[in-house]
């Protein structure tokens, strides 16, 4: 895994259900070692389904392999979503990789039964 100077990783959630962005939604940043996963941090997103801060940027930035978790089931239940026990989705995981000194976007399009991710800029 190499340092990356003037990387960064964002993420953006859009709640496809309700055409809002997915406001407290919590999802953690996983490094991944082989089969290993190495929490990097937890956060929420706020108002406009962000994170108030890049996932990773400057010396943070590392180039590798990597997961989010979104917390999909929890987020859809504090909002109201009817869901089945248990949940279609729960924990949504997206790994990807990280192989340029670039910003990274990795956005979710989620709904109780579906979700989208994709590369973003």
Do not use: W
Not at 64 to 75: K, Q, S
Not at 81 to 102: C, M, N
Request: aromatic share 10%; charged share 25%; proline share 5%.
């Amino acid at each position: 895994m190499s340092t990356a100077q003037g990387g960064r990783l964002t993420t953006h959630v859009l709640d496809t259900a309700t055409g809002r962005p997915a406001d407290g939604l919590r999802l953690s940043l996983y490094r991944l070692d082989g089969e290993t996963r190495i929490l990097i941090k937890t956060v929420n997103t706020n108002i406009d389904g962000r994170c108030d801060a890049p996932l990773m940027e400057g010396d943070s930035f590392r180039l590798g392999e990597f997961e989010i978790v979104f917390e999909a089931g929890d987020y859809m239940r504090t909002h109201g979503a009817s869901l089945t026990d248990p949940a279609f989705l729960d924990k949504v995981p997206v790994r990807f990789g990280i192989a340029e000194h670039k910003h990274y976007h990795v956005p979710l399009l989620l709904s109780p039964y579906g979700y989208s991710t994709y590369r973003g800029s």
